[in-house]
């Protein structure tokens, strides 16, 4: 098993920035593709962006396409996702996701975190 904990949320003024990193920890010596969704109040959970092992297979939704950058150190076993820009409507919980697919499967991830709230205000 894989546990992910999600840090970095919390509350921010439009136009400001937060990092998000999402840490692995448990049976992480497979090469899992990893991955960032989140879900607002009332809405369904959206995908946000996603990046296989080595970093050579990166996808973002278009909503933050050149707003949120993902990267990711496996030395640490971890994924971040740099969120520039932040608008009202990207308030959310974020959630990280592992899975030994491929990225474009990452909806579908076996491993999941806990969410961190994200809040940014007009």
């Known amino acids: 098993q894989v546990q992910l904990l999600e840090s970095g949320g919390g509350l921010v003024q439009a136009g400001g920035s937060l990092r998000l990193a999402c840490a692995a920890s448990?049976?992480?010596?497979?090469?899992?593709?990893m991955g960032w969704f989140r879900q607002a109040p009332g809405k369904e959970r959206e995908f946000v962006a996603a990046?296989?092992?080595?970093?050579?297979?990166?996808r973002y939704a278009d909503s933050v396409k050149g707003r949120f950058p993902i990267s990711r150190d496996n030395a640490k076993n971890t994924v971040y996702l740099q969120m520039n820009n932040l608008k009202p409507e990207d308030t959310a919980v974020y959630y990280c996701?592992?899975?030994?697919?491929?990225?474009?499967?990452?909806?579908?991830?076996?491993?999941w975190g806990q969410g961190t709230q994200v809040t940014v205000s007009s």
């Open positions: 996701a592992a899975d030994p697919g491929a990225v474009s499967m990452i909806s579908e991830a076996k491993y």
């Open positions: 448990g049976r992480t010596f497979s090469r899992n593709t």
């Open positions: 990046i296989s092992w080595s970093g050579s297979s990166i």
